[in-house]
């Protein structure tokens, strides 16, 4: 009986309650400067690599194609990935440049 007066006398202290939050506050702090930050970084950096894109650029698809903008719209690119052979992505698919000297305009993971 006296175990439970004791529990609520210290969880009715406003230092308590305080205390309590503090490492759930700074776990989170963690969290948003080492995962969230740096991934709406990368999302970002896509998101203008993909908007930027133009006729005659070399890039990589997803899927490994290694190919030349020939068309853009929207949602769609058309690679020549030889003389005469044209296949259209999703753009949303388009990872890198071919020409980047790290091998990747923005890393997503892959």
Excluded: H
Excluded at 34 to 61: C, H, M, T, W, Y
Aim: hydrophobic share 45%; charged share 20%; proline share 4%.
């Amino acid at each position: 009986m006296t175990s439970l007066a004791y529990a609520a006398d210290a969880a009715a202290s406003p230092g308590g309650a305080l205390a309590g939050f503090i490492p759930m506050i700074l776990i989170f702090v963690v969290f948003y400067f080492l995962l969230i930050r740096p991934q709406q970084k990368k999302a970002k950096e896509q998101r203008d690599f993909l908007g930027n894109l133009q006729k005659g650029d070399e890039v990589i698809s997803g899927g490994g194609l290694y190919g030349k903008i020939t068309g853009l719209t929207d949602t769609v690119a058309t690679l020549e990935i030889a003389d005469n052979i044209r296949v259209k992505v999703a753009r949303q698919n388009i990872l890198s440049a071919a020409n980047d000297p790290k091998g990747q305009a923005c890393s997503t993971g892959k």
